[in-house]
T-cell receptor, first 117, second 110 residues
Framework: DVKVTQSSRYLVKRTGEKVFLECVQD?????MFWYRQDPGLGLRLIYF???????EKGDIPEGYSVSREKKERFSLILESASTNQTSMYLC????????????????FGPGTRLTVT | AQSVTQLDSHVSVSEGTPVLLRCNYS??????LFWYVQHPNKGLQLLLK??????LVKGINGFEAEFKKSETSFHLTKPSAHMSDAAEYFC????????FGSGTRLSIRP
């Protein structure tokens, strides 16, 4: 079974703090993704990575950065957390069908519910 | 522009009755289409996918979906709802990027 794990299920941080969300996959997938999920908005792509040290902006990258130093690990960083970043964050991974191909079947982690106060 | 519209934010059916969750897509290219399910406090799980093979796609747990190009639709159906089907369902379209719909919450009445 593909397994995607996220470092925390629930996280509470203060405004202005630097926040790290970690994601690890065990299937040797090339592609990894970070989404945020908000009621009525579905999933919105923040960043994705198709290889180690490679990253591409998604639809809502503002206020976020990412790091992929190892193939299995993809980190989402909130440089200075704000209350409008309170959300559910989902990590996913997928195989690659070629350089830059975004997605076939994606495998998701359980999510991190982040609250910024 | 690529987009996905899930026509109902909430659907409620009685156990044992059919389920229909509607999804329309818009794309300049022929997309791959997916349905995912999310149970409470869980990540998303793939139910089924269409990738330009058969237009009627069967998935897990008795779900199926039909790709209708003329209607730009990919509706999800199940003949008989079960209590365990209560969850949120997401339709997604993939061309050069992936776009998710806003989700449909399915409730099952006993």
């Amino acid at each position: 079974d593909v397994k995607v794990t996220q470092s925390s299920r629930y996280l509470v941080k203060r405004t202005g703090e630097k926040v790290f969300l970690e994601c690890v996959q065990d299937m040797d997938h090339e592609n990894m993704f970070w989404y945020r999920q908000d009621p009525g908005l579905g999933l919105r792509l923040i960043y994705f990575s198709y290889d180690v040290k490679m990253k591409e902006k998604g639809d809502i990258p503002e206020g976020y950065s990412v790091s992929r130093e190892k193939k299995e690990r993809f980190s989402l960083i909130l440089e200075s957390a704000s209350t409008n970043q309170t959300s559910m964050y989902l990590c996913a991974s997928s195989e690659s069908r070629g350089l830059g191909t975004v997605a076939y079947e994606q495998y998701f982690g359980p999510g991190t519910r982040l609250t910024v106060t | 522009a690529q987009s996905v519209t899930q026509l109902d934010s909430h659907v409620s059916v009685s156990e044992g009755t059919p389920v229909l969750l509607r999804c329309n897509y818009s794309s300049s290219y022929s997309p791959s289409l997916f349905w995912y399910v999310q149970h409470p406090n869980k990540g998303l799980q793939l139910l089924l996918k269409y990738t330009s093979a058969a237009t009627l796609v069967k998935g897990i747990n008795g779900f199926e979906a039909e790709f209708k190009k003329s209607e730009t639709s990919f509706h999800l159906t199940k003949p008989s709802a079960h209590m365990s089907d209560a969850a949120e369902y997401f339709c997604a379209s993939v061309t050069t990027k992936i776009i998710f719909g806003s989700g449909t919450r399915l409730s099952i009445r006993p």
